[in-house]
C-alpha cells in the first residue's frame, strides 16, 4: 500500500509541475495561401497588394475567399509570385524566407525547374504562389 501511495504521490507531483506549451497568441509572420504549379498568368511578375480594393480582388478567387478575412485586409499585405509560362511541366515558386526588419520584410524568392533526370508533362504550365504578409510594413522582394 506504501508504494501505491508513495507512486500516485510522485506522479501527482510530476504532474503539476508539468505544463503544456502556452500560445503566445502571435501569428506567424507570413502564410502561404496558394502555391500551385499551374494556374498563374503568362508572364513573369512579382506583385505586392496593400490597399484594401486590391485586396479583396483576391477575395473573389474561390480558393482564397475563405483564407483573407476582413481584419486580414487592414493589417495584413499580400503578394502575388507569378512565374510565368514554361513549356514543361516540374517547376515552381515559393518563398525562400521572410525576414521582418524595423523598416520592412524582405522576402526571398526561389524558383524551381525540372530535374534533368524527372519526367516531366509536356504541356504549358504557369506556376504562382500567394502569399499573406501579417504587416503593413513596405515589402522589399529579392
Same mark, same amino acid.
Given at each position: 500500500m506504501k508504494k501505491i501511495s508513495m507512486s500516485l504521490l510522485t506522479l501527482l507531483l510530476m504532474a503539476c509541475g508539468a505544463s503544456a506549451p502556452k500560445d503566445s497568441g502571435k501569428k506567424p509572420l507570413y502564410e502561404v495561401l496558394a502555391q500551385k504549379t499551374d494556374g498563374g498568368a503568362n508572364i513573369h511578375f512579382f506583385e505586392i497588394l496593400t490597399e484594401p480594393n486590391e485586396i479583396r480582388m483576391l477575395q473573389n478567387d474561390s480558393e482564397l475567399k475563405n483564407k483573407i478575412s476582413p481584419i486580414d485586409v487592414q493589417?495584413?499585405?499580400?503578394?502575388?509570385?507569378?512565374?510565368?509560362?514554361?513549356?514543361?511541366?516540374?517547376? $515552381? *515558386?515559393?518563398?525562400? $524566407?521572410?525576414?521582418?526588419?524595423?523598416?520592412? *520584410?524582405?522576402?526571398?524568392?526561389?524558383?524551381?525547374?525540372?530535374? $534533368?533526370? $524527372? *519526367?516531366?508533362?509536356?504541356?504549358?504550365?504557369?506556376?504562382?504562389?500567394?502569399?499573406?504578409?501579417?504587416s503593413k510594413k513596405e515589402i522589399i522582394i529579392k
Open positions: 493589417k495584413s499585405n499580400f503578394v502575388i509570385l507569378n512565374m510565368g509560362e514554361k513549356n514543361t511541366g516540374g517547376y $515552381s *515558386i515559393a518563398v525562400e $524566407s521572410v525576414v521582418e526588419t524595423d523598416k520592412n *520584410i524582405i522576402i526571398s524568392v526561389k524558383e524551381n525547374g525540372p530535374a $534533368s533526370d $524527372s *519526367i516531366i508533362t509536356q504541356d504549358y504550365t504557369y506556376p504562382f504562389c500567394v502569399v499573406k504578409i501579417n
